[in-house]
Protein backbone atom coordinates (compact mmCIF):
# COMPACT_ATOMS: atom_id res chain seq x y z
CA UNK A 1 0.00 0.00 0.00
CA UNK A 2 1.13 3.42 -0.59
CA UNK A 3 1.66 6.29 2.23
CA UNK A 4 2.50 9.52 3.35
CA UNK A 5 5.77 9.45 5.36
CA UNK A 6 7.21 12.30 7.16
CA UNK A 7 10.90 11.24 6.70
CA UNK A 8 12.92 13.84 9.43
CA UNK A 9 12.18 17.31 10.46
CA UNK A 10 12.12 19.97 8.16
CA UNK A 11 10.21 21.74 5.28
CA UNK A 12 7.55 20.06 2.80
CA UNK A 13 10.39 17.92 1.03
CA UNK A 14 10.70 15.53 3.33
CA UNK A 15 7.45 14.67 2.85
CA UNK A 16 7.79 11.28 0.39
CA UNK A 17 4.70 8.77 -0.83
CA UNK A 18 6.27 4.95 0.17
CA UNK A 19 5.03 1.73 -0.41
CA UNK A 20 4.88 -0.84 2.73
CA UNK A 21 3.06 -3.95 3.38
CA UNK A 22 -0.63 -3.70 4.05
CA UNK A 23 -1.24 -3.97 8.02
CA UNK A 24 -3.04 -6.73 9.82
CA UNK A 25 -6.10 -6.70 11.96
CA UNK A 26 -4.59 -7.82 15.07
CA UNK A 27 -7.27 -9.02 18.04
CA UNK A 28 -10.08 -6.63 18.66
CA UNK A 29 -8.76 -3.99 15.48
CA UNK A 30 -9.83 -3.43 12.25
CA UNK A 31 -8.22 -2.34 9.15
CA UNK A 32 -9.62 0.39 7.25
CA UNK A 33 -9.36 0.72 3.54
CA UNK A 34 -8.88 4.36 3.41
CA UNK A 35 -10.69 6.76 1.10
CA UNK A 36 -9.88 10.05 2.61
CA UNK A 37 -7.82 11.11 5.28
CA UNK A 38 -7.52 14.50 7.56
CA UNK A 39 -5.10 16.51 7.39
CA UNK A 40 -4.11 18.63 10.82
CA UNK A 41 -2.16 21.32 12.35
CA UNK A 42 -0.09 18.74 14.18
CA UNK A 43 0.77 17.02 11.09
CA UNK A 44 2.15 20.21 10.11
CA UNK A 45 4.04 20.72 13.81
CA UNK A 46 4.88 17.32 13.60
CA UNK A 47 6.69 17.39 10.38
CA UNK A 48 8.77 20.67 11.82
CA UNK A 49 9.69 18.91 14.93
CA UNK A 50 7.38 20.87 17.18
CA UNK A 51 4.81 18.81 18.74
CA UNK A 52 6.07 16.11 21.22
CA UNK A 53 3.21 13.90 20.92
CA UNK A 54 4.22 12.90 17.39
CA UNK A 55 5.82 9.57 16.36
CA UNK A 56 9.58 9.50 16.01
CA UNK A 57 10.60 9.76 12.53
CA UNK A 58 9.85 8.31 9.73
CA UNK A 59 6.34 8.30 10.36
CA UNK A 60 2.95 8.12 8.80
CA UNK A 61 1.10 11.13 10.15
CA UNK A 62 -2.59 11.24 10.29
CA UNK A 63 -5.75 11.28 13.14
CA UNK A 64 -8.41 10.23 11.24
CA UNK A 65 -9.82 8.47 8.26
CA UNK A 66 -12.78 7.55 6.94
CA UNK A 67 -13.22 4.39 4.55
CA UNK A 68 -14.79 1.05 4.50
CA UNK A 69 -13.87 -1.66 6.50
CA UNK A 70 -11.84 -4.41 4.91
CA UNK A 71 -10.80 -6.69 7.15
CA UNK A 72 -11.53 -7.74 11.28
CA UNK A 73 -8.99 -8.87 14.41
CA UNK A 74 -10.44 -11.44 16.43
CA UNK A 75 -13.22 -10.86 18.48
CA UNK A 76 -14.56 -7.96 16.35
CA UNK A 77 -18.39 -7.86 15.20
CA UNK A 78 -18.73 -9.77 11.94
CA UNK A 79 -21.30 -7.24 10.74
CA UNK A 80 -18.80 -4.33 10.55
CA UNK A 81 -17.36 -5.72 7.58
CA UNK A 82 -17.67 -3.82 4.29
CA UNK A 83 -19.36 -0.90 6.33
CA UNK A 84 -18.44 2.60 5.33
CA UNK A 85 -16.84 4.24 8.93
CA UNK A 86 -14.92 7.28 10.10
CA UNK A 87 -12.23 6.74 12.75
CA UNK A 88 -9.96 8.39 14.91
CA UNK A 89 -6.41 6.84 14.40
CA UNK A 90 -3.37 7.35 16.35
CA UNK A 91 -0.85 8.16 13.38
CA UNK A 92 -0.64 6.55 10.34
CA UNK A 93 -4.02 7.78 8.63
CA UNK A 94 -2.10 9.07 5.85
CA UNK A 95 -2.20 6.07 3.85
CA UNK A 96 -4.02 3.44 1.71
CA UNK A 97 -5.09 1.18 4.83
CA UNK A 98 -4.82 1.50 8.49
CA UNK A 99 -5.66 -0.96 11.45
CA UNK A 100 -7.76 0.75 14.19
CA UNK A 101 -9.19 -0.91 17.28
CA UNK A 102 -12.66 -1.26 16.92
CA UNK A 103 -13.62 1.44 19.41
CA UNK A 104 -12.46 4.32 17.40
CA UNK A 105 -14.07 3.39 14.81
CA UNK A 106 -18.30 4.86 13.50
CA UNK A 107 -19.96 4.24 10.97
CA UNK A 108 -20.30 6.63 8.47
CA UNK A 109 -23.46 9.08 8.11
CA UNK A 110 -24.64 8.44 4.61
CA UNK A 111 -25.16 12.05 4.14
CA UNK A 112 -21.54 12.63 4.13
CA UNK A 113 -19.11 11.97 1.25
CA UNK A 114 -16.04 10.30 2.42
CA UNK A 115 -14.30 13.69 2.62
CA UNK A 116 -16.67 15.33 4.34
CA UNK A 117 -16.43 12.44 6.68
CA UNK A 118 -12.99 12.53 7.33
CA UNK A 119 -13.29 16.35 8.15
CA UNK A 120 -15.39 15.64 11.76
CA UNK A 121 -13.03 13.58 14.18
CA UNK A 122 -10.52 16.02 15.22
CA UNK A 123 -11.88 19.33 14.40
CA UNK A 124 -15.40 18.92 15.81
CA UNK A 125 -14.63 16.34 18.80
CA UNK A 126 -12.34 19.16 20.01
CA UNK A 127 -14.81 22.02 19.35
CA UNK A 128 -17.27 19.88 21.27
CA UNK A 129 -14.81 19.18 23.87
CA UNK A 130 -14.10 23.08 24.23
CA UNK A 131 -17.48 24.10 23.59
CA UNK A 132 -19.96 21.94 25.28
CA UNK A 133 -17.77 19.61 27.67
CA UNK A 134 -14.67 21.86 28.69
CA UNK A 135 -16.25 25.26 28.17
CA UNK A 136 -20.11 24.60 29.65
CA UNK A 137 -21.42 27.32 26.59
CA UNK A 138 -24.77 28.35 27.56
CA UNK A 139 -27.60 29.91 25.43
CA UNK A 140 -27.29 33.48 25.14
CA UNK A 141 -23.72 33.36 26.26
CA UNK A 142 -20.98 34.99 24.06
CA UNK A 143 -17.66 32.65 22.71
CA UNK A 144 -14.64 34.52 20.72
CA UNK A 145 -13.10 31.71 18.57
CA UNK A 146 -9.78 32.26 17.31
CA UNK A 147 -9.16 31.51 13.62
CA UNK A 148 -12.86 30.82 12.98
CA UNK A 149 -11.86 29.96 9.49
CA UNK A 150 -9.49 27.34 10.23
CA UNK A 151 -11.13 23.71 10.58
CA UNK A 152 -11.45 23.50 14.31
CA UNK A 153 -12.70 27.18 14.18
CA UNK A 154 -15.84 26.17 11.77
CA UNK A 155 -16.54 23.70 13.79
CA UNK A 156 -16.88 25.62 17.06
CA UNK A 157 -18.95 28.10 15.19
CA UNK A 158 -21.64 25.17 14.07
CA UNK A 159 -21.92 23.89 17.71
CA UNK A 160 -21.56 27.45 19.17
CA UNK A 161 -24.28 28.47 16.70
CA UNK A 162 -26.33 25.48 17.75
CA UNK A 163 -26.18 26.34 21.18
CA UNK A 164 -27.82 29.95 20.55
CA UNK A 165 -24.50 31.59 21.75
CA UNK A 166 -23.56 34.86 20.33
CA UNK A 167 -20.31 34.32 17.57
CA UNK A 168 -17.36 36.47 17.71
CA UNK A 169 -14.39 35.03 15.48
CA UNK A 170 -10.99 36.37 14.58
CA UNK A 171 -9.45 35.62 10.90
CA UNK A 172 -7.41 36.32 8.07
CA UNK A 173 -9.72 39.21 6.52
CA UNK A 174 -10.52 37.55 3.26
CA UNK A 175 -11.98 34.76 5.10
CA UNK A 176 -14.68 37.05 6.18
CA UNK A 177 -17.52 36.63 3.88
CA UNK A 178 -17.68 33.17 4.22
CA UNK A 179 -17.75 33.23 7.76
CA UNK A 180 -20.52 35.36 7.79
CA UNK A 181 -22.10 33.36 5.20
CA UNK A 182 -21.80 30.59 8.10
CA UNK A 183 -23.27 32.64 10.54
CA UNK A 184 -20.74 34.23 12.57
CA UNK A 185 -22.10 37.20 14.02
CA UNK A 186 -18.67 39.35 14.22
CA UNK A 187 -15.52 38.61 12.38
CA UNK A 188 -12.66 40.49 13.52
CA UNK A 189 -9.16 40.88 11.47
CA UNK A 190 -6.63 39.89 14.15
CA UNK A 191 -4.00 40.25 11.07
CA UNK A 192 -3.89 44.04 10.42
CA UNK A 193 -4.98 45.46 13.47
CA UNK A 194 -5.37 44.55 17.57
CA UNK A 195 -8.11 42.45 17.82
CA UNK A 196 -8.82 43.14 21.79
CA UNK A 197 -10.05 46.79 21.93
CA UNK A 198 -12.61 45.71 18.74
CA UNK A 199 -13.47 43.21 21.23
CA UNK A 200 -14.26 45.14 23.82
CA UNK A 201 -15.63 47.87 21.80
CA UNK A 202 -18.06 45.00 20.06
CA UNK A 203 -19.11 43.73 23.68
CA UNK A 204 -19.35 47.13 25.58
CA UNK A 205 -16.31 46.98 27.54
CA UNK A 206 -17.60 43.66 28.95
CA UNK A 207 -15.90 40.92 27.24
CA UNK A 208 -17.07 37.09 26.22
CA UNK A 209 -17.98 34.44 28.37
CA UNK A 210 -15.48 31.79 26.51
CA UNK A 211 -12.54 31.98 24.67
CA UNK A 212 -10.67 29.40 22.70
CA UNK A 213 -7.34 29.90 21.96
CA UNK A 214 -4.95 27.42 19.78
CA UNK A 215 -2.30 30.60 19.00
CA UNK A 216 -0.63 30.08 22.54
CA UNK A 217 2.01 31.80 24.24
CA UNK A 218 1.63 35.23 25.15
CA UNK A 219 -1.84 35.04 22.85
CA UNK A 220 -3.18 33.39 25.92
CA UNK A 221 -2.92 36.51 28.56
CA UNK A 222 -4.58 38.31 25.86
CA UNK A 223 -7.43 35.87 25.53
CA UNK A 224 -7.45 35.83 29.07
CA UNK A 225 -7.81 39.72 29.15
CA UNK A 226 -11.08 39.02 26.77
CA UNK A 227 -12.52 37.37 29.79
CA UNK A 228 -16.18 38.73 31.19
CA UNK A 229 -17.47 37.76 34.59
CA UNK A 230 -17.56 33.77 34.80
CA UNK A 231 -15.65 34.01 31.83
CA UNK A 232 -13.34 30.92 30.72
CA UNK A 233 -10.51 30.06 28.88
CA UNK A 234 -9.56 27.28 26.39
CA UNK A 235 -6.41 26.89 25.56
CA UNK A 236 -5.51 23.99 23.10
CA UNK A 237 -2.43 24.64 20.40
CA UNK A 238 1.01 26.72 19.90
CA UNK A 239 0.30 27.61 16.40
CA UNK A 240 2.51 30.80 17.39
CA UNK A 241 5.48 28.34 17.28
CA UNK A 242 5.35 27.41 13.84
CA UNK A 243 7.80 28.05 11.85
CA UNK A 244 10.88 25.33 10.36
CA UNK A 245 13.97 24.65 11.21
CA UNK A 246 15.96 26.64 14.08
CA UNK A 247 13.24 29.22 14.14
CA UNK A 248 10.33 26.95 15.22
CA UNK A 249 12.32 25.86 17.90
CA UNK A 250 13.31 29.55 18.87
CA UNK A 251 10.08 30.45 18.61
CA UNK A 252 8.56 27.47 20.93
CA UNK A 253 11.01 28.42 23.64
CA UNK A 254 9.19 32.00 23.57
CA UNK A 255 6.25 30.45 23.66
CA UNK A 256 6.83 28.67 26.38
CA UNK A 257 8.64 31.57 28.31
CA UNK A 258 5.71 34.22 27.58
CA UNK A 259 2.81 31.79 28.88
CA UNK A 260 0.70 32.72 31.36
CA UNK A 261 0.52 31.93 35.30
CA UNK A 262 -2.85 31.98 36.51
CA UNK A 263 -3.06 32.51 40.27
CA UNK A 264 -6.20 30.49 42.37
CA UNK A 265 -6.78 33.50 44.33
CA UNK A 266 -6.87 35.85 41.22
CA UNK A 267 -9.24 33.05 39.27
CA UNK A 268 -11.36 33.28 42.26
CA UNK A 269 -11.63 37.37 42.98
CA UNK A 270 -12.41 37.48 39.38
CA UNK A 271 -14.99 34.80 38.97
CA UNK A 272 -12.81 33.11 36.04
CA UNK A 273 -12.14 29.47 34.76
CA UNK A 274 -9.03 28.83 32.89
CA UNK A 275 -8.25 24.91 30.70
CA UNK A 276 -6.46 22.87 28.76
CA UNK A 277 -7.48 20.35 25.84
CA UNK A 278 -5.92 18.12 24.02
CA UNK A 279 -7.98 15.19 22.43
CA UNK A 280 -4.30 13.33 21.11
CA UNK A 281 -4.43 12.38 25.29
CA UNK A 282 -7.93 10.86 25.20
CA UNK A 283 -6.97 7.56 24.10
CA UNK A 284 -7.83 5.95 27.02
CA UNK A 285 -10.98 7.52 27.37
CA UNK A 286 -12.77 5.93 24.44
CA UNK A 287 -16.27 5.66 26.16
CA UNK A 288 -16.27 9.47 27.05
CA UNK A 289 -15.23 10.51 22.93
CA UNK A 290 -17.99 7.64 21.64
CA UNK A 291 -20.73 9.55 23.27
CA UNK A 292 -19.08 13.25 22.38
CA UNK A 293 -19.23 11.25 18.46
CA UNK A 294 -22.76 10.10 19.24
CA UNK A 295 -23.88 13.74 19.85
CA UNK A 296 -21.82 14.85 16.87
CA UNK A 297 -23.66 12.55 14.58
CA UNK A 298 -26.78 13.80 15.97
CA UNK A 299 -25.83 16.86 14.89
CA UNK A 300 -24.89 15.94 11.26
CA UNK A 301 -28.50 13.87 11.17
CA UNK A 302 -30.17 17.34 11.91
CA UNK A 303 -28.37 19.19 9.59
CA UNK A 304 -25.89 21.40 12.24
CA UNK A 305 -23.02 19.78 11.81
CA UNK A 306 -21.57 20.59 8.31
CA UNK A 307 -17.78 19.89 8.15
CA UNK A 308 -16.53 22.23 5.37
CA UNK A 309 -13.99 20.59 3.27
CA UNK A 310 -12.32 23.36 1.48
CA UNK A 311 -9.39 21.26 -0.85
CA UNK A 312 -8.52 17.93 -1.61
CA UNK A 313 -5.13 16.78 -2.44
CA UNK A 314 -3.73 13.45 -3.62
CA UNK A 315 -0.64 11.65 -1.68
CA UNK A 316 1.35 12.95 -4.21
CA UNK A 317 0.51 16.55 -3.32
CA UNK A 318 0.67 16.25 0.50
CA UNK A 319 3.09 18.94 0.25
CA UNK A 320 1.16 20.84 -1.17
CA UNK A 321 -1.56 20.17 1.17
CA UNK A 322 0.54 21.11 4.16
CA UNK A 323 1.70 24.05 2.21
CA UNK A 324 -1.60 25.12 2.15
CA UNK A 325 -2.73 25.46 5.57
CA UNK A 326 0.83 26.79 6.89
CA UNK A 327 0.23 29.68 4.54
CA UNK A 328 -2.94 30.19 6.01
CA UNK A 329 -5.13 29.82 2.78
CA UNK A 330 -7.28 27.01 4.31
CA UNK A 331 -10.98 27.73 5.10
CA UNK A 332 -12.06 24.78 7.10
CA UNK A 333 -10.50 21.53 6.55
CA UNK A 334 -7.79 19.73 3.83
CA UNK A 335 -8.14 16.36 3.20
CA UNK A 336 -5.70 13.81 1.60
CA UNK A 337 -6.92 11.21 -0.80
CA UNK A 338 -5.02 8.16 -1.86
N1 LIG B 1 -5.38 20.33 21.60
C1 LIG B 1 -6.08 19.65 20.74
O1 LIG B 1 -6.68 18.64 21.06
C2 LIG B 1 -6.17 20.16 19.32
C3 LIG B 1 -6.93 19.47 18.38
C4 LIG B 1 -7.03 20.00 17.08
C5 LIG B 1 -6.36 21.18 16.77
N2 LIG B 1 -5.61 21.79 17.70
C6 LIG B 1 -4.91 23.06 17.39
O2 LIG B 1 -5.86 23.96 16.87
C7 LIG B 1 -5.27 24.79 15.89
C8 LIG B 1 -6.07 24.71 14.63
O3 LIG B 1 -5.94 23.42 14.06
P1 LIG B 1 -6.62 23.03 12.69
O4 LIG B 1 -6.11 21.68 12.37
O5 LIG B 1 -8.07 23.30 12.75
O6 LIG B 1 -5.96 24.00 11.67
P2 LIG B 1 -6.50 25.31 10.97
O7 LIG B 1 -7.10 26.27 11.96
O8 LIG B 1 -7.30 24.94 9.81
O9 LIG B 1 -5.06 25.85 10.61
C9 LIG B 1 -4.70 26.78 9.75
C10 LIG B 1 -5.22 28.18 10.11
O10 LIG B 1 -4.68 28.64 11.36
C11 LIG B 1 -4.50 30.05 11.32
N3 LIG B 1 -3.18 30.32 11.88
C12 LIG B 1 -2.94 30.92 13.06
N4 LIG B 1 -1.65 31.00 13.31
C13 LIG B 1 -1.02 30.44 12.27
C14 LIG B 1 0.35 30.22 11.95
N5 LIG B 1 1.33 30.62 12.76
N6 LIG B 1 0.64 29.61 10.79
C15 LIG B 1 -0.32 29.22 9.97
N7 LIG B 1 -1.65 29.39 10.23
C16 LIG B 1 -1.99 29.99 11.36
C17 LIG B 1 -4.67 30.47 9.87
O11 LIG B 1 -5.95 31.07 9.72
P3 LIG B 1 -6.23 32.64 9.89
O12 LIG B 1 -4.92 33.36 9.77
O13 LIG B 1 -7.18 33.01 8.85
O14 LIG B 1 -6.81 32.75 11.26
C18 LIG B 1 -4.69 29.15 9.09
O15 LIG B 1 -5.52 29.19 7.95
C19 LIG B 1 -3.81 24.36 15.82
O16 LIG B 1 -3.03 25.14 16.71
C20 LIG B 1 -3.85 22.93 16.32
O17 LIG B 1 -2.63 22.47 16.81
C21 LIG B 1 -5.49 21.31 18.96
Same mark, same amino acid.
Given at each position: MKQVVTT???GVEVLEVQTAPDPKAGPGEVVINVRAAGLNFADILARQGLYPDGPKKPCVMGYEVAGEIQNLGEG???? #? #???? /? /??MTRFRGQAEKVAVRANQVFEKPEALSFEQAAA?? /???LTAYALLVVMGGLRKEESVLIHNAGGGVGLAALDIARDIGARTYGTASPGKHQFLRNRGLDYPIDYRNQDWLPILKRLTNGRGVELVIDPIGGSHWKKSYAALRTTGRLGMFGVSTASANGLKGKLKLVKAALQMPRFHPLGLLNRNRGVFGLNLGHMWHEPEKVAEWVQALMVGVSEGWIRPHVD? /? $?? $???????HSYLESRKNIGKVVLVP
Open positions: RNGVNRD #L #LGKP /V /VAIP /VNYK /V $FP $FAEAGQA
